[in-house]
T-cell receptor, first 116, second 114 residues
Framework: DGGITQSPKYLFRKEGQNVTLSCEQN?????MYWYRQDPGQGLRLIYY???????QKGDIAEGYSVSREKKESFPLTVTSAQKNPTAFYLC???????????????FGQGTRLTVV | GQQLNQSPQSMFIQEGEDVSMNCTSS?????WLWYKQEPGEGPVLLIA?????ELTSNGRLTAQFGITRKDSFLNISASIPSDVGIYFC??????????????FGGGTRLMVKP
């Protein structure tokens, strides 16, 4: 089945450590996105990538880094520079090769990161 | 970035009641999407709207793309306990945006009392 997979589901990090969240999709989508969700809040865009080897900062990119070496993969690294990293992280993808009007994003199941 | 105002923030209703929630923006949107998120899961797309005035149904759910292109509503008829979750609106602004970025509303938390 086609879909978007995030791993791990739960992640614990010690303060001062970098940690990488995985996101893989087999939907053949060009565009991939990372969002952060805090309790009771909406989704805030961290980074996005429209094509392999290209990515752009979203609204809250500070303290995060990404790479897009393969179309199907868009890992997110939460660095020690992120002062408040405990949150629910969501990865999404969409098919930009379709009409610009068709912008549905499909989400993974999320990774809950907790700093201990 | 762009902001979507979604209301209400939360609703606590009796099973069987109808539900209505909406999103508004100060700017024009090309696309309106409605998602549902259950606890600890990613949002799932419920309905997508692409034309002003468009009214689309998905089972007990009905959503409309406002004529002004600045708002959208989602209605749920005859609510059931499994409707519980957070409902998000999302939209793509009309202004050129190379990333086809979606802007999300703050969510409506729906609770249904059996």
């Amino acid at each position: 089945d086609g879909g978007i997979t995030q791993s791990p589901k739960y992640l614990f990090r010690k303060e001062g450590q970098n940690v990488t969240l995985s996101c893989e999709q087999n939907l053949n989508h060009d565009a991939m996105y990372w969002y952060r969700q805090d309790p009771g809040q909406g989704l805030r865009l961290i980074y996005y990538s429209q094509i392999v080897n290209d990515f752009q900062k979203g609204d809250i990119a500070e303290g995060y880094s990404v790479s897009r070496e393969k179309k199907e993969s868009f890992p997110l690294t939460v660095t020690s520079a992120q002062k408040n990293p405990t949150a629910f992280y969501l990865c999404a993808s969409s098919d930009r090769t379709r009409s610009i009007m068709n912008t549905e994003a499909f989400f993974g199941q999320g990774t809950r990161l907790t700093v201990v | 970035g762009q902001q979507l105002n979604q209301s209400p923030q939360s609703m606590f209703i009796q099973e069987g009641e109808d539900v209505s929630m909406n999103c508004t923006s100060s700017s024009i949107f090309n696309t309106w999407l409605w998602y549902k998120q259950e606890p600890g899961e990613g949002p799932v797309l419920l309905i997508a709207l692409y034309k002003a005035g468009e009214l689309t149904s998905n089972g007990r759910l009905t959503a409309q793309f406002g004529i002004t292109r600045k708002d959208s509503f989602l209605n749920i008829s005859a609510s059931i306990p499994s409707d519980v979750g957070i409902y998000f609106c999302a939209g793509q602004p009309f202004l050129y945006n190379a990333g086809n970025m979606l802007t999300f509303g703050g969510g409506t938390r729906l609770m249904v009392k059996p």
